[in-house]
């Protein structure tokens, strides 16, 4: 139990002693962190008592709700069994060996071996280097080049930066590191211009083909992508991309990597976003719904011919402390059995995404809203000035103006830009969905009645 102070004590003292991720330190100083105190369903409740709605599930992870005793009481056991052991050094324990299996029980066929990390930028970083290694195994090691998208999100240590396509981040400490390439991203409303939705679908995807040819085939070892953008903007991609990528892919020898760290793990109404979009990956980083955010953990879920290979490499010099740590992975084992056994993942795809997304397209009518956009549990909607020209708000910080609303009207809604987005727990209700479309609504007015 954390001692108990006051909202403003836990402030200056987060002030003094906190480097928190992904914040901006000035606007922290002036203003205090949100302190964030209890969660329960999809329920948060800060210092204050006010009870919030995460429309986002923390960070698009807690799949299962919050308050789940039975992971509380996985973990203990977990503990007082086998806290710690690694797999280093041809060793393993039962709850690694168990969760690779259930992993490969659920993944697409021929996709039965797993890697296993501590989060997924670990498993970004694990795909840069398992990739290289691959191809210097099969006798070409001039295969180095990673082909990501720009605004695509891998993850925040250097190589998971890299890979991913943020400019900002790039711009901090001289990335992407030599040897990534990034294209086009598929986001039609933002970059489509006059191009039909499905024509510039396809103009995205060739531009993996230019990039290819330009690079050389012989020089490139995969392309990453994730199968809907998530912190770019939840970026749904015209459905003319993903069969026209296969196309392409199916041409050259170049592995597919496909990040579920948002997807994987019933996002999508399906166990992976691969298998909503029939794409064939050979290698899928996971986190986030791993574990439904309760304990940190991730993986690289690897197609079967390229764990044949690697075990023809001999040994592979890669690995954390953490991979497969038994806590995590008994966690994560008792989390995929409440997905099962609750059907969550089918009720996502039967009910609750249709109702959700139904529900969403109303906001389209919203004067602020020039596109309401969404699939399976993910939401996403376009602040705009004239939603005829799809005209932004210049400069006006539209998107953080609608997210200070939320918090203040009791909603987690995030801004990327001035796209708003959401993405919630899997276990919503119908009913819960309609309580946060009303304060979704209400958001949208008092940012409209402020710019409009
Ligand atoms: N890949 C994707 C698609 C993500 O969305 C994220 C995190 O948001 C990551 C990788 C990085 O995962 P982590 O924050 O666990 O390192």
Redesign the pocket.
């Known amino acids: 139990m954390t001692q108990h102070r006051t909202t403003a004590e836990w402030q200056a003292l987060s002030r003094e002693h906190l480097l928190a991720p992904f914040s901006d330190y000035k606007q922290l100083g002036a203003k205090g962190a949100r302190i964030v105190t209890r969660a329960d369903g999809v329920y948060l409740w800060d210092s204050e008592g006010h009870k919030i709605l995460d429309a986002m599930a923390g960070?698009?992870c807690v799949n299962v709700g919050y308050g789940r005793r039975e992971l509380a009481d996985a973990a203990h056991r977990q503990m007082l069994e086998l806290p710690y052991y690694n797999l280093f050094f041809q060793t393993a324990h039962p709850p690694a060996i168990e969760l690779a299996n259930a992993i490969a029980e659920i993944a697409p066929e021929g996709m039965s071996h797993v890697f296993f990390t501590g989060?997924?930028?670990?498993?970004?970083d694990t795909v840069l280097r398992l990739v290289r290694h691959y191809w210097a195994i099969k006798g070409q090691p001039s295969k180095k080049v990673i082909i990501g998208r720009i605004n695509?999100?891998?993850?925040?240590?250097v190589a998971?930066a890299s890979l991913?396509g943020m400019q900002a981040m790039h711009e901090q400490g001289d990335l992407p590191i030599p040897g990534i390439e990034h294209i086009a991203q598929p986001y039609w409303f933002g970059e489509g211009g006059a191009l039909d939705p499905q024509a510039f679908g396809e103009w995205a995807a060739n531009e993996l083909e230019k990039k290819i040819l330009e690079v050389g085939e012989e020089n490139v070892a995969a392309f990453i992508a994730?199968p809907i953008?998530?912190?770019g903007g939840v970026i749904i991609p015209p459905e003319s991309y993903w069969p026209r990528v296969r196309q392409i892919l199916a041409k050259y020898a170049i592995l597919f990597v496909v990040?579920?760290?948002?997807?994987g793990f019933g996002r999508t109404g399906e166990w992976f976003g691969s298998q909503y979009y029939g794409l064939e990956p050979d290698l899928m980083?996971i986190?986030?719904g791993l574990t439904s955010g309760y304990i940190?953990m991730?993986g690289v879920i690897v197609r079967d011919e390229v764990a044949q290979t690697l075990a023809e490499g001999g040994e592979f010099y890669h690995g954390y402390t953490y991979s497969g740590h038994p806590v995590a992975a008994a966690v994560a084992l008792e989390n995929i059995r409440i997905l099962r056994e609750e059907k969550i993942v089918e009720r996502v795809k039967q009910e609750t995404a249709p109702y959700l997304q139904r529900r969403w397209q109303e906001l389209a009518d919203h004067p602020l809203v020039g596109e309401a956009r969404g699939l399976g549990m993910l939401g996403a909607l376009e602040l705009v000035k004239d939603k005829q020209t799809r005209a932004r708000f210049e400069g006006q910080g539209v998107g953080m103006r609608c997210r200070e609303h939320c918090f203040g009207n009791g909603l987690i809604m995030r801004a990327v830009g001035d796209t708003m987005i959401v993405s919630p727990p899997l276990v919503i209700t119908p009913a819960q969905i309609d309580d946060m479309l009303l304060l979704v609504r209400k958001c949208l007015d008092a940012t409209a009645a402020e710019v409009l």
Request: charged share 15%.
């Open positions: 960070l698009w989060s997924g930028s670990e498993a970004n695509g999100y891998h993850g925040s240590t998971g991913g994730e953008q998530g912190a990040d579920e760290v948002i997807c980083p986190a986030k940190p991730g």
